[in-house]
């Protein structure tokens, strides 16, 4: 079989064109009107010398996908590459190498780790080829200082776009004839160890012959029983279980149960499941059996029990699941919904598990919340008017507290989400009886905190948001650093990250923080930041401005490197130390002030940069490093 000239694939469609460089003739593409992301592969790369790299199909969290074509074999394949983004990065336009770079320390050890996990579940995903319903893995291999996957290339469409099709939802009859194989080849996964973890419409294909194919094991894990100890959070919402929004929680063949059925529930109604988070605190999603499609009382008992909220509601396996769908009859016993929880005191819990729920509750009685009393009961009012309770709205929990306490009057409290101004204050309050109160007290949601020595932390978001507002105080206290990692712990998504806004009196800037945040433009960093962390800003590479603050003191090992479009460095008066690689790979950095308070400056601070202008304070320790370095310098004049 003659190989295919590489020169003359088209990288979209993989037809041979006439000539490199010129429109295709089969669909169009060019070179001139592709865009490429820094952080891909560009079309025409060669892996493992055999696979031709084509454009980009898709990214995620864990790795990007691209069309590609075996040159040995001339077919079609799909190339998966392991990029966990926030923990590696990689610029590869103008010229850059593909070779993905990982930092030092923590991340680097967690990427290591994950890049094993890849290789062991890759080998085993090649142990299942030929099962149906399983996207086939053909080779493995390392490269690029990360890993490779190569699938065959699936013809067909998403679930979710068939369904758009075909008026929105389909026939019980055609759904448990298409899943079917499905359901059996997920069971045969499991049992070698590995749960998928990020089941839904998006990441099924159909082919031309109506079956499916399960994609994307990019989420995938070797199956423990266990908690780890920092799992990565995969959410597809309204798909994804409970446990799964939790960084430390027990996963295995049930968290596919749970999603499996949420995707029979959209097939089968055309609804989006409600997220798995809200229905902890009121279950209000609707019941098959209630809704106006013809479905047998057998399949929705089976999708019934294998949504159940809890793990310990649902079947456990996918046999079982299957089972009840396609063997035999399955008793369901009906569960409680929940309640919607009362808190008694503020914390960091409500935050971590419903976010979600709290921004329904924000929207839903964001009008009544905040107009004063919420009683109209004449009785109650007058009640109020007997006990001189003055108006509460705005005042502080405790404020609140302790003045109907000193008016002998009884106190309920209840959480709302609320910004960070309002956050710790009352919302708005009602009579409940002649002797008792209910606050609604705002709280935070998304921010994850914990009080230290001079303030709070932000060690955590549980948001989606791209422009991101950090609060100055919260419950009245000032936030005074952004944690370790802070922006890693519930997933990799918050490398999306594309403008934050960081409050005044900001001490620190911990190790990792924002860590991968590629999208992350501008900084504006208030004047009060003394320390920024070892990695804090690490692969953020589309940072184009930070102004140094004006007490900062400390910059530590590896702060902003890689910030590849950083284009000068211009350190205050007071500035005494700068870390190990702290601006390394800097590529795009013309000008560097340093200021003669810096006593202390680490190997490599500044390697990769491009000095145009190193501006530097005779006979100080900027001057000795650039003079050990070989770095053209010059002195600063007044």
Request: with cysteine; charged share 20%.
């Amino acid at each position: 079989m003659a190989m295919i000239d590489p020169n003359r694939l088209c990288p979209n469609c993989l037809q041979e064109m006439p000539t490199k460089g010129g429109r295709c003739p089969v669909c169009g593409y060019t070179e001139q009107t592709q865009e490429v992301s820094p952080r891909c592969m560009p079309p025409y790369t060669i892996l493992a010398g055999r696979y031709f790299v084509g454009t980009v199909l898709g990214e995620g969290g864990f790795g990007i996908t691209y069309k590609g074509w075996d040159l040995q074999n001339n077919t079609k394949v799909a190339i998966k590459e392991y990029f966990p983004a926030g923990l590696v990065t990689r610029d590869t336009s103008h010229g850059g190498a593909n070779t993905v770079q990982s930092i030092s320390g923590q991340m680097r050890t967690h990427y290591q780790a994950g890049l094993q996990k890849y290789e062991n579940e890759a080998r085993c995903l090649m142990d299942l080829k030929g099962t149906a319903g399983i996207v086939n893995i053909l080779d493995f291999f390392h490269e690029n200082a990360t890993a490779y996957i190569i699938m065959e290339f699936i013809e067909g469409m998403t679930l979710r776009d068939y369904l758009s099709l075909n008026g929105g939802s389909l026939s019980e009859q055609k759904v448990l004839e298409m899943f079917r194989p499905l359901m059996y080849s997920l069971d045969a996964v499991h049992r070698a160890g590995i749960v998928h973890r990020d089941i839904s419409p998006d990441n099924i294909l159909v082919q031309p012959d109506g079956g499916l194919k399960l994609i994307d094991f990019g989420a995938a894990r070797q199956s423990t029983g266990s908690a780890t100890q920092s799992m990565t959070v995969i959410l597809k919402h309204g798909y994804a279980p409970e446990e799964q929004y939790r960084s430390r929680s027990k996963q295995g063949p049930f968290t596919d149960v749970y999603a499996i059925s949420a995707t029979l529930y959209k097939v089968l109604t055309g609804i989006t499941p409600v997220d798995s988070m809200s229905r902890l605190f009121e279950d209000e999603l609707t019941p098959l059996e209630q809704l106006p499609h013809r479905i047998s009382p057998k399949t929705c008992g089976a999708v019934k029990k294998g949504m159940g909220i809890r793990a310990e509601d649902r079947f456990r396996t996918m046999s079982e699941l299957a089972a009840a769908l396609y063997d035999k009859e399955v008793t369901v016993e009906p569960t409680l919904a929940m309640p919607v929880v009362k808190r008694k005191h503020s914390g960091r819990m409500l935050m971590l598990i419903g976010a979600a729920a709290l921004l329904c509750v924000l929207i839903v009685g964001s009008i009544s919340l905040l107009v004063g009393p919420g009683q109209n009961d004449s009785e109650l009012l007058a009640s109020a008017a007997q006990l001189n309770v003055p108006e509460l709205s705005g005042k502080t929990e405790e404020d609140a507290r302790a003045l109907l306490t000193s008016l002998g009057v009884a106190v309920e409290v209840e959480y709302a989400a609320a910004d960070g101004a309002h956050a710790g204050r009352v919302l708005s309050w009602s009579m409940t009886s002649p002797e008792s109160v209910r606050l609604v007290v705002g709280e935070l949601t998304s921010f994850i905190f914990e009080e230290n020595e001079d303030g709070l932390t932000i060690t955590g978001y549980s948001g989606e948001d791209v422009v991101l507002q950090f609060p100055q105080t919260i419950n009245g206290i000032q936030v005074t650093e952004i944690g370790e990692y802070a922006m890693m712990e519930d997933g990799m998504e918050m490398n999306g990250i594309e403008q934050i806004s960081l409050p005044d009196g900001l001490l620190r800037i911990g190790e990792g923080a924002f860590s991968g945040c590629s999208y992350l433009k501008s900084l504006k960093l208030p004047d009060t930041v003394q320390q920024i962390g070892m990695g804090a800003f690490w692969g953020c590479s589309a940072v184009d401005t930070v102004n140094m603050p004006k007490d900062l003191k400390r910059v530590e090992k590896s702060a902003f490197q890689y910030c590849y479009n950083l284009p000068e460095i211009i350190l205050p008066e007071g500035c005494e130390s700068i870390g190990e690689e702290a601006f390394c790979g800097c590529t795009a950095v013309k000008r560097v002030v340093i200021p003669d308070s810096v006593t202390d400056i680490g190997s490599g601070a500044f390697g990769g940069c491009p000095f145009a202008e190193l501006q530097v304070v005779a006979g100080s320790a900027g001057e000795e490093h650039a003079k050990q370095g070989n770095i053209p310098w010059k002195l600063q004049t007044e």
